[in-house]
């Protein structure tokens, strides 16, 4: 998935209106040295490439939540990210009739940076047997 200066620019005027996120001149003084996208900008990437390539195909009920994010590299104006997903475990929910899936996922650069790693859970629900 391919990241533009527009993109980047676009999501900090809504979402996160950061010098770093906003101006690329402004962007040139921080410890970045340049223009870089939110961490929740990053975050909305990997969420859509997640849907995009498994959750739209599923019974997806939600996520209580994640239990860890990280952004290791910044999100430069240019990158091209591809996503990666484990599957850490499943399980039957104890009280409700779905799955429960616990997962670890990562976010790469076209160099391979890492520059997004998540873990968190998702309910699904169940194929009739």
Do not use: C
């Not at 209106?17 to 040295?33: E, K, R, V, W």
């Not at 990280?70 to 799955?99: C, F, H, K, Y």
């Not at 076209?110 to 998702?122: C, E, I, K, R, Y």
């Amino acid at each position: 998935m391919p990241v533009s200066e527009a993109d980047i620019i676009g999501f900090a005027r809504q979402y996160d209106p950061q010098p770093m996120h906003l101006d690329p001149n402004a962007a040139s003084f921080t410890i970045y040295g340049g223009l870089i996208a939110s961490g929740w900008h990053t975050g909305a990437l990997f969420m859509r490439l997640l849907v995009r390539n498994l959750i739209a195909g599923t019974s997806s009920l939600g996520s209580p939540g994640m239990e860890e994010l990280r952004w290791p590299a910044p999100v430069r104006p240019g990158d091209t990210l591809t996503g990666q997903i484990e599957v850490l475990e499943t399980r039957l929910s104890n009280s409700r009739p779905m799955g429960i899936v616990r997962w670890r996922g990562e976010l790469r650069n076209q160099s391979g940076q890492l520059v997004m790693s998540a873990s968190g859970t998702n309910f699904f629900g169940l194929k009739p047997a």
